[in-house]
């Protein structure tokens, strides 16, 4: 009997159940939409909340690459203040091992060269670069500043004397640049004292402010009631630069110089011009050469004048050295002194001094 009830218990259970259960399917077919609506619903917000994941995780990784590549950066950074300073070196001689000799702080050392670097296409004098090991990592142009020397002789091709400050002579090194230029005593030169090579020649200021002057297009037509003169300065200046040959066969000298004397604004600056234009035109005729010129070097005499004994002397030397190179060219050079009176006075003449004495000789020298 008891089971009887408990089995009766276990199917009235399972009806209810089975009640609850077609209860709540007559509810769901009851609102169907709804359902559906709900589960749009939440498809549209996992929709978005993926779409914003997405967005978040783009940013993340933007984020994380410029983050990655600013460690990278300080890295390099890193690295590169923590590398020992690099030094540089003057390149001597190439030896037969590879290897190079350099002048650095005053000591020669020889030392090895990068791979990349061809020992064979440096030239001495050139700037190189060291690493902490004393070898060649980089190779540099040449030294661009140092001590202001002139020079006294050439001793070889690669050596020269000069001198330096308060006259003190050295032996220096020529870099090759300077190796096949035409250097002359007295010619300014760079040098590096550390490494004892001299790398370029300078202008010379004192002689800049004397420069050739090209001949300005002046003929004997532009001047008048001078006619007489003009022969007698065409004969005496451009028949020795004409007819050379006939003067060396006849043993004739030509003359040294022509003076020219008159008042203020007669046509003597003119005159001289005129010759040197006139001689050009001449000797490009005879050369055969459309393009030859002459130069002209008018000096006022007072410009030459100087408070320090022996500068004016030095002047009139660097202007006839400066002319002399000009005509080695093959150009003619006329040297026009003006108000030369007020320099190349008469010898004994000075009252107050007798600068005249040593300023004329060299003139004459």
């Avoid at 218990?9 to 077609?22: A, D, K, P, W």
């Avoid at 209860?23 to 929709?47: F, I, M, T, W």
């Avoid at 006329?334 to 003449?349: A, P």
Wanted: with cysteine.
């Amino acid at each position: 009997m008891p089971d009887a009830q408990k089995e009766v218990g276990s199917l009235r259970l399972q009806i209810r159940q089975l009640e609850e259960e077609t209860a709540l399917l007559r509810r769901r077919l009851a609102d169907p939409g709804g359902q559906v609506k709900l589960l749009e619903e939440k498809l549209s917000d996992a929709r978005a909340r993926l779409t914003q994941a997405l967005g978040q995780n783009e940013r993340l990784a933007s984020a994380l690459k410029e983050v990655r590549e600013q460690i990278v950066a300080l890295k390099e950074e890193v690295e590169k203040l923590s590398q020992p300073p690099s030094g540089f070196g003057v390149f001597m001689a190439t030896n037969e091992d590879g290897s190079i000799d350099i002048m650095t702080g005053g000591r020669k050392l020889r030392v090895n060269v990068a791979n990349e670097i061809d020992p064979k296409s440096l030239v001495r004098g050139q700037e190189l670069m060291l690493n902490e090991a004393m070898n060649v990592i980089a190779v540099r142009q040449f030294e661009s500043q140092g001590e202001v020397v002139t020079l006294k002789e050439i001793l070889d091709s690669t050596r020269a004397i000069v001198v330096g400050h308060a006259d003190e002579e050295r032996v220096v090194h020529l870099a090759d640049p300077l190796q096949t230029m035409s250097l002359r005593a007295g010619d300014h030169l760079m040098l590096d004292v550390r490494s004892g090579y001299v790398f370029e020649r300078l202008p010379k200021p004192e002689v800049e402010e004397l420069v050739l002057e090209e001949v300005p297009d002046i003929s004997y037509v532009d001047i008048g009631g001078l006619s007489s003169q003009i022969e007698a300065i065409k004969d005496a200046v451009e028949l020795p630069f004409l007819h050379t040959e006939l003067f060396i066969e006849h043993q004739l000298k030509p003359p040294k110089g022509v003076l020219l004397y008159g008042p203020p604004g007669c046509g003597k600056t003119l005159i001289a011009k005129a010759v040197a234009n006139s001689l050009a035109k001449r000797i490009g005729e005879k050369l055969k050469n459309e393009n030859a010129k002459a130069y002209f070097l008018n000096i006022k005499g007072p410009e030459l004048l100087n408070k320090y004994v022996g500068e004016t002397e030095r002047q009139i030397r660097q202007i006839f050295q400066r002319a002399k190179e000009k005509s080695d060219e093959g150009f003619p050079v006329i040297v026009f002194f003006d108000e030369m009176d007020s320099l190349f006075r008469t010898r004994g003449s000075g009252v107050s001094s007798d600068v005249e004495n040593t300023i004329v000789p060299q003139l004459l020298a």
